[in-house]
């Protein structure tokens, strides 16, 4: 059974941090790529960032460019968002979510439809 776990969400004032984990189960976690989504109430889920298999590659959405970190440790089957210099905008549901392909360069990183496992969403409030 795939469990993908996300923790460490919570309350936050702006220009702070907080940093999102996500716990992986049931899956080759080392051979998966990797992505974080968000969605704020009454939004579609958007995409964050992503990181291959090895961790040598990342993408970021340019909303979150330069603030936000994504890294993984494969030895525990974990995947992190380190997320700094966060606005009232950043609140949301933070996703993680897993797709079985390598990565490349293409628009469908981007996409829901292309992961094919998904975590519950952990919470993230950041206030003004």
């Known amino acids: 059974q795939v469990q993908l776990v996300e923790s460490g969400g919570g309350l936050v004032q702006a220009g702070g941090s907080l940093r999102l984990s996500c716990a992986a189960s049931?899956?080759?976690?080392?051979?998966?790529?990797m992505a974080w989504f968000r969605q704020a109430p009454g939004k579609e889920r958007e995409f964050v960032g992503l990181i291959n298999y090895s961790g040598s590659t990342t993408e970021y959405s340019d909303s979150v460019k330069g603030r936000f970190t994504i890294s993984r440790d494969n030895a525990k089957n974990a995947l992190y968002l380190q997320m700094n210099s966060l606005k009232p905008e950043d609140t949301a549901v933070y996703y993680c979510?897993?797709?079985?392909?390598?990565?490349?360069?293409?628009?469908?990183?981007?996409?829901?439809?292309?992961?094919?496992?998904w975590g519950q969403g952990t919470q993230v409030t950041v206030s003004s």
């Open positions: 049931g899956i080759s976690f080392s051979v998966y790529l």
């Open positions: 979510a897993a797709a079985l392909r390598r990565y490349r360069s293409s628009s469908s990183n981007s996409r829901t439809e292309t992961y094919d496992y």
